[in-house]
């Protein structure tokens, strides 16, 4: 079975940081995309960043500059810098194996709140 896990999430103010980590099992991690997605209440799911099998990154609009994502090969992990943090960067933050079927951790909220 694929298993995503994600940590590092939790609150903080304005202008803070959070490094989210996903710890990854089930699938051969080297050879697929991975992406950070996020759902705030009321919203549908968007995309935050994506990584291919070969680095190449995408970020959405709202956060390129602050974010990055990262994978470690070696470890089956893909990582989420988040600096500058917004509040409306709050949101519950998935993990994606972009692969057939698609596979979703169990996400990790981050609250931005002074």
């Known amino acids: 079975q694929v298993q995503l896990v994600e940590s590092g999430g939790g609150l903080v103010q304005p202008g803070g940081s959070l490094r989210l980590s996903c710890a990854s099992s089930?699938?051969?991690?080297?050879?697929?995309?991975m992406g950070w997605y996020r759902q705030a209440p009321g919203k549908q799911r968007e995309l935050v960043a994506y990584?291919?099998?070969?680095?190449?990154?995408t970020y959405a609009d709202s956060v390129k500059g602050r974010f990055t994502i990262s994978r470690d090969n070696a470890n089956k992990t893909v990582n989420l810098q988040m600096n500058s943090l917004k509040p409306e960067d709050t949101a519950v933050y998935y993990c994606?194996?972009?692969?057939?079927?698609?596979?979703w951790g169990q996400g990790t909220q981050v609250t931005v709140s002074s």
């Open positions: 994606l194996r972009d692969g057939f079927p698609r596979s």
């Open positions: 089930g699938f051969i991690f080297s050879i697929n995309a």
């Open positions: 990584i291919t099998s070969g680095g190449i990154t």
